[in-house]
């Protein structure tokens, strides 16, 4: 069974600071992974998606993550912080394909000014 | 173009209610999904559909859960006497024929049960 570790439920950090979320996985066969960023209220935008291709995936908003096989790994960074980057961002895995997601608990962005 | 749409947004019901929610994927997207959003957790899988069929139904709790899309586009998640365990976000999604590993969600419903 697939499943997602989002490593800390809170994140703090502050204005142009590295933003650094982590994110590990389970899975039995090659994953898709995705990282979604919710506001309140809100439903789930995607940031970035890996499907095999490129180990580096670049998203949007300055966000990116690298997909590491051998420590199961697809963290998410953005090199400076703004404050709009404040919201709950969460790491998801899926089999190869049009099939569900699981997801990782989330963790939530605070950015102090 | 248009997204994801769901409603109501907001729905209150008494313990014991039926709730009906509804989906509206993006024109032409032949999967659609269902999650559940429990506070403060991540989206747990409730059901999927392609086109009209619903080839996966392993995450509804319940046999009060029952979600259907008959025509392949618009889709409903009932609930039945409905408890308070079931007040949650219930978010939907849909994705393209062309890629098909990209979900595009809705804005949810949030569902409280008194």
């Known amino acids: 069974a697939q499943s997602v570790t989002q490593l800390g439920s809170h994140v703090s950090v502050s204005e142009g600071a590295l933003v650094l979320l982590r994110c590990n996985y389970s899975s039995s066969v090659p994953p898709y992974l995705f990282w979604y960023v919710q506001y309140p209220n809100q439903g789930l935008q995607l940031l970035l998606k890996y499907t095999s291709a490129a180990t580096l995936v670049k998203g949007i908003n300055g966000f990116e993550a690298e997909f590491k096989k051998s420590e199961t790994s697809f963290h998410l960074t953005k090199p400076s912080a703004h404050m709009s980057d404040a919201a709950e961002y969460f790491c998801a895995v899926s089999d190869q394909g049009a099939q569900k997601l699981v997801f990782g608990q989330g963790t939530r962005l605070t950015i102090n000014p | 173009g248009a997204g994801v749409s769901q409603s109501p947004r907001y729905k209150v019901a008494k313990r014991g209610q039926d709730v009906a929610l509804r989906c509206d994927p993006i024109?032409?997207?032949?999967?659609l999904f269902w999650y559940q959003q429990a506070l403060g957790q991540g989206p747990e899988f409730l059901t999927y559909?392609?086109?009209?069929?619903?080839?996966?139904k392993s995450g509804l709790p319940s046999d009060r859960f029952f979600a259907e899309r008959p025509e392949g586009s618009v889709s409903t998640l009932k609930i039945q006497r409905t408890q308070q365990e079931d007040s949650a976000v219930y978010l939907c999604?849909?994705?393209?024929?062309?890629?098909?590993?990209?979900?595009?969600f809705g804005p949810g419903t949030r569902l409280l049960v008194l």
């Open positions: 559909f392609q086109n009209e069929a619903q080839l996966d």
């Open positions: 999604a849909s994705s393209p024929p062309n890629q098909q590993e990209t979900q595009y």
């Open positions: 024109s032409g997207h032949v999967s």
